[in-house]
C-alpha cells in the first residue's frame, strides 16, 4: 500500500511536471556561515529528486559538496536555494540566511525553501512528498485552484 501510495504521488507530480515549460535552477545548500556556503553539486539522488520536482540542479558543474560564493553564480543566479530548516534557523531566516552567505544581493528572501534534507537527498518513500513541496513553492501555477 505504502509503494502504491508513493508511485501516485510520484506519477501525480511527473504529470503536472511535464505540462510546465518553465525549470527553475535551484542549489541545494546544506550549511552556511559568513560569505560561503556547502551546496550540492551532481549528485544522483540530489538531482533525480530535483528533476521529479520539475527543477535543475543549478550545482549540476560540480560532484559531491564544495563551498560556493555568489561570486560563482553572479552573472547566472539559480532561481532558487534550499535548505534545511536548521541551517535557516541558525542563520536567522530567509533574509539572514541570504545576507550570511552573500546570496542576498541576486535573490529574495521569497527564493528559499527549507526542506528536510535526508529524505530528499537520499531519495527515500517520503521524497515525492517533498518534491511537490518544491514544485508548489517554485512552479505554483501547476497547482492552481488545489487547497494548500
Known sequence: EMIERIDRAADDLGRRVAT???RPN???????????AMATGDIAPITAALALAGAGNAGKAWKNIKPISREAFITSPPDGLLTTPDVLAKTGGAEGFLKLTGFDAVLAPASVLAIDAGPF?????????IARDVA?????????????
Open 121 to 129: 537527498m537520499l531519495f527515500g518513500p517520503s521524497t515525492p512528498v
Open 20 to 22: 510546465s515549460s518553465r
Open 136 to 148: 508548489q513553492h517554485y512552479l505554483p501555477e501547476l497547482f492552481r485552484g488545489e487547497p494548500e
Open 26 to 36: 535551484l542549489l541545494f545548500v546544506i550549511a552556511a556561515d559568513a560569505g560561503s
